[in-house]
Structure formats: C-alpha cells, structure tokens
C-alpha cells in the first residue's frame, strides 16, 4: 500500500446518495473524495427512469431546499412532468418526471467535475480502516491507501451483490457492473452487522416493436412546475408514456412457471421489496387480481429503450418472452435487457446515530440503499444529510440532525436509526405524522434556513426566499386587514365574482376558506399585492387549511417538547432495574439522543418513558447536589 491522497471527507460510490454527499462535503470547504467503480456510471439509474412521486417529491425537493443537487439536474434533464394527487389535497399532491437517463448522468458527472474541492477517482475500494475505533482511512484494490478524516459508505446495492436471472445468477452489481466482494467481507471484521435484501428491475424492450395504439396514452402536464426553487426557465414535456395491462393469459403463464421463480426454488434469499413487489409476487399475493396495470416509460430521447414499469421480475429469459407477448401493445416485442433480481448486503441502521454516523466508529458514516432503504430520493436525501455531518465533523461544527417535525427528510432517517427495517424501505406520505406541515410547496420555508447555517445555501438562494417569504406575509397582512361589510355593493361585488352573499362582517381572508375561490380572483377585484405563483400558491393553501394546519403545529409542539429533552450519552440502561427488560435491551442497542426518539423505539412503553425520566431527573439532582457541595 502506499499513501495516494490525503481527505477531509471520501465518499464511496457515485450514486444518487454518494453524489449528494460528495457535492455537499466539498461545496461546505471540504477536500473530498468520490470513488466509483466506473466514471461512466456516476448518477446511474440502474432501475426506473423517474424522479420523484408520492413523498419521493417531497424529498427531492427538501434536498434542493438545503442546496442538493438532484432537484436542479432534474429540471434541466427531465422529459416529462406530471403532478400526482392532484384530486387530493395539498399535503399528498407530488411532483414525478421521467428522466433522460444518459442526459441525467451526463449533466451530474459535469457538475462533479466541475466541483471545487472533489477528486473524483474510478477504483475499486475493499477495505475501511479503522484505528482505536475511528476510521483513518480506506485501501483500495490498486494498492493506494487514501487517508481520510471521515468516510462515508455509499454503496447502494453493489455490496457482495448477486444478478439472478432465472436459474442464472452470478456476481455483480446493476447494469452488468462489478460487485464490491472484499469491502463487504471488511465491513464485517469490523463488527459491522448486515442484513440481506434483493430488489429487481423489469425487461428493457424496443420500442420499434411495440403497437402504441393498444396502448392509452399518457401525457404530461399542461401547467407544468419544477422540482428546484431555483429553476427559473420553465422546464418542458418532450415525450409520452403509455399504459397498457396484463390479463388472464399473462397470469397463467406466471402461475404454471411459478415452479422456476427464484423466489419460489430458494436462489433468492434476500428480503425484497413490499411495495415494489415482482409480478409473479403479485400474481401469488393478488390471486382474484384480473389483471395489473403496466407503464411503458422511455429510457431517453435518444434511445429506442422503454422500461416497463410494474413487471419486475426475476423470471427464466423464455417466460419472460412468453408473458411479455401477452400484453396488448406487446405482443411483438422484443427485449433489450433481461429483467432480474438483484441481491446485496446492507447494513443493519439501527447502528447508526441520527448523524447517520456509525455509534461505534468515530468518524465513519453510512447512507442511501446500504442503510436498508430503497429509491434514487431516499438515497439522495440520506446522502446529503452524511455530507453535510460529516464535513460538520471535520469542522467540528454542530451536526444537522432533522426533526419528524421539520421534513420528510427527518422522518426517513428517524424511521431507519430508531425503529430499523426488515425490508427495503420506501419513503410514502403515511410516514409522516405532520404531513400537512410538510408540504412540497413549503420546503424552502422549513429547510432553507438549516442549509444557510451549514454553508449550502448561495446568497442567490437565500435571497429568493426572503423575497417569497415578504410576498406571503404581504399578501396575508392585506387579506386580514380588508373587512366586508354585509352591504349590497359588497354582495353585488361578490356576486359577479360567483361568489355567494354573505352576511356577516369578516375579513376577505376568510373567503379563501372556500374550495371555489382562490387569490387570482379575490386579486382581480380588491386591492391585494402583485405576488409571484409560488407565494400565491401558498397563501392559497395556508388559508385553506388553516384549521387543519393550526392543529397540527400545535400537537409538533408538544412533540418538540419531547425532542428537546436530550439523553445524556452512556446512560447504563440495563442498570436501571425498573424498566422492564425489552425496554433496557432495545435502549441500550439504540441509544436514542433524546426522549422523543426513545419513545418511538418498537418494545419501549411509555410507561418505560416515564422510568428513563425519573431515573434521568434523579441523577441530575445528584449531580447539582455534588457540583453544590464541591464547591463549598
């Protein structure tokens, strides 16, 4: 081995995680490091060609509120945009596009690149060293030993990774790449834990042998919005997708093949995903199911690929062909790529602390699908999120630590730390105790601030908010501050705006509380400031749900309450007898860094609670007691 570089920060992997990490580590000042396996495959995306969807959205664009990077390059990369849940309300609405994927890839490999502070370097690494229990550095197959003041793991499924193709399987990690073999195993002699778990991808298939007219089409939005609150040129739909279904016949096929489903035989051994599952899972789990909705989503413009989103599978190549030709629009087709099962090693992330640095290795941090997750967002968010710590570190800087409260961001990494994962987990809007709070619209509000202190957030950026924040209190001090009176030139105003008499003295804002009104036509008619979509967008929906969003911030603080009432570190959990014995097992492995998170860890009660802060309050008393006697 000999000395090759020395590093505040080197992440391993050039994913979506290891992108965000690397990004932010080097953009807060930090000398930073990005190894990858290939320099061809930075940003890859090994499975669908999408961005965002239900809390995905939410995620990608918390990332971009505190100065990622996946929000902007999705902007300018993106083919096609559509809005989901546009008939539900705010809190659930999520922006999803489909991505150019050698574009997307392309446009992050130049902004690495052109990153001040990043070495980004294609090599194999096999070994994190660790000294006295902090990690010095890692060793990688060339012979070079890179010295690194941190480490962050960021390996997606390429650890100890296995493609299974029906009978077929062999070493590998997605797309045909190299698996990382030695750097699992030396994760291990660390005393790493990890868990075993497998996703798939479906079959790529040529588009020049697909039949789009049995197909329905799909379009994108007419209005359309971005992911980055620093887009300003309007992003554009350049392609279509199409919707297509299975049917009794495809179902049959799978049904008399099951017998040859790696799942079905014992090759696959690893935990897969519950809410991705593969067609032949749903086939077994939906039985009275008539038929599955397919998606045929292009791979990019320049490629005649399409992906068929909703058959996963890790069927023999024959079956494969057979069910595909029983789809209406498919019954020609031809497969590009085989669809399969992929399996890989992932670290157990109840080892990690809510900095997603690992408890029992100073300095060595962990994040995206080798925390036991899944999706190119959760592996973006958790990547910034140890990028920003980890420079923290190097800084010796407070760590940025989201609450449950603050962002979907806080919620996944909570969820992972605190309560584990036994399947690959997948970030969905049900997660979120306060999603109202936690709109997409609003995560510049809640976030901005916290990627201004870590050094993320340009001037350009800051000061965008505060223009949108001084539009919002604007347009909402004007709307309380205007009074109707129950007179007839009020009601023959409000009349040819269709809107309904009223009879009683209010303030215009509470007009906004109807589902037919909204501020463009209140502005049309009363003197309200000119503010940007944006602002109105949210003025809009504060009023609206102002009840329900009064509600919910009063029931976070409370929750705050909780979060704020710290742990001290090296509590003897399993010395305080009255807990019950659950409960000192799950804290000592856990150890939560504040009673809100204790009290979300499965097995502790909340009369276990009330115990730790007995016993919590008892030992400080003891502790002023000495401190007071000592010092007379």
């Known amino acids: 081995m000999f000395k ?43 499975c669908n060609p999408s961005i965002g969807g239900p809390a995905k959205g939410h995620l990608v664009r918390e990332v971009d509120a505190l100065g990622g990077q996946m929000g902007i ?10 809005m989901l849940n546009t008939s539900k309300g705010a809190a659930v609405r999520a922006l999803r596009a489909q991505a150019d994927k050698k574009i997307y890839q392309v446009a992050m490999k130049e902004v690495c690149e052109n990153t001040n502070n990043l070495d980004i370097k294609q090599v194999l690494i096999e070994r994190v060293v660790v000294e006295n229990e902090k990690v010095i550095g890692v060793e990688a197959e060339t012979g070079e030993f890179f010295e690194g003041k941190t480490v962050i793991l960021a390996s997606g499924t390429y650890l100890n990774g296995k493609i299974i193709i029906g009978e077929t399987t062999y070493k590998g990690g997605p797309n045909g790449q190299r698996a990382a073999i030695n750097l699992s195993d030396s994760l291990k002699e660390l005393g790493v834990k990890f868990m075993r778990f497998k996703t798939g991808t479906p079959a790529r298939v040529d588009a020049r042998t697909l039949d789009f007219s049995k197909m329905e089409l799909q379009a994108g939005d007419e209005n359309i919005q971005s992911f980055s609150f620093m887009t300003d040129t309007p992003v554009k739909n350049k392609t279509f997708c199409y919707l297509t279904y299975t049917n009794e016949k495809t179902h049959e096929i799978l049904r008399k093949n099951l017998h040859r489903a790696p799942m079905a035989n014992g090759i696959i051994e690893g935990t897969g995903p519950r809410y991705c599952p593969s067609i032949e899972s749903k086939i ?3 039985p009275n199911k008539e038929r599955h909705q397919l998606f045929l989503e292009p791979e990019g413009l320049h490629t005649q690929e399409f992906y068929v989103q909703g058959m996963s599978t890790s069927m023999p190549m024959d079956v494969q062909i057979e069910f595909l030709h029983t789809i209406p629009g498919l019954e020609n087709v031809k497969i590009m790529r085989p669809g399969y099962a992929i399996e890989y090693d992932c670290i157990d992330p109840l080892q990690l602390k809510s900095t997603l640095e690992f408890k029992g290795i100073t300095g060595f941090f962990s994040a995206g699908q080798s925390n036991g997750s899944s999706g190119y967002e959760e592996a973006a968010a958790q990547g910034l999120i140890a990028g920003i710590n980890a420079a923290m570190f190097v800084k010796n800087e407070e760590p940025l630590i989201l609450k449950r409260t603050e962002g979907y961001i806080g919620v996944l990494i909570d969820d992972l730390v605190t309560k584990g994962t036994q399947e690959p987990y997948r970030m969905m809007t049900s997660r979120a105790e306060y999603r109202l709070l936690l709109r997409q619209d609003n995560a510049d509000i809640r ?26 209190k ?62 109105r967008y949210q003025v809009n929906t504060n009023f609206f749900y102002e009840g329900y969003i009064k509600k919910q911030s009063e029931l976070a603080m409370k929750i705050e309450k909780l979060e704020s009432r710290l742990i001290p570190e090296g509590i003897p959990y399993k010395e305080i007898l009255n807990l019950r014995s659950e409960a000192r097992e799950k804290l000592s492995k856990i150890q939560p860094r504040s009673i809100g998170q ?17 016993w919590i309050e008892h030992q400080n008393r003891i502790k002023n007691q000495n401190d007071f006697e000592s010092c007379n």
């Open 474 to 535: 604007s347009a909402t001090d004007r709307l309380n501050e205007i009074i109707l009176t129950p007179n007839r030139e009020t009601n023959e105003k409000l009349n040819s705006i269709g809107i309904s008499e009223i009879n009683s003295v209010m303030p215009l804002s509470d007009l906004l509380r109807r589902t037919e009104i909204s501020y463009e036509k209140l502005q049309k008619y009363f003197d309200l400031p000119k503010i940007s979509d944006t602002a």
């Open 4 to 46: 090759a570089g020395k590093y505040d920060v080197i992440v391993i992997g050039a994913g979506h995680a290891g992108i965000e990490a690397a990004l932010a580590s080097a953009r807060i000042g930090c000398k930073t490091l990005m190894t990858t396996l290939s320099l061809e495959n930075i940003a890859m995306m090994p």
């Open 598 to 614: 204790a009290s979300r860890i499965s097995g502790v009660s909340p009369a276990d609670i009330s115990v730790l802060i007995v």
């Open 284 to 286: 077994i789990m939906f």
């Open 73 to 82: 390059t999705a902007d300018e990369t993106c083919i096609q945009f559509r």
């Open 447 to 472: 976030l901005t601030p916290h990627g201004r202190r870590v050094g993320l957030v340009s001037d350009e950026r800051w000061n965008r908010l505060q223009i949108k924040k001084a539009e919002i």
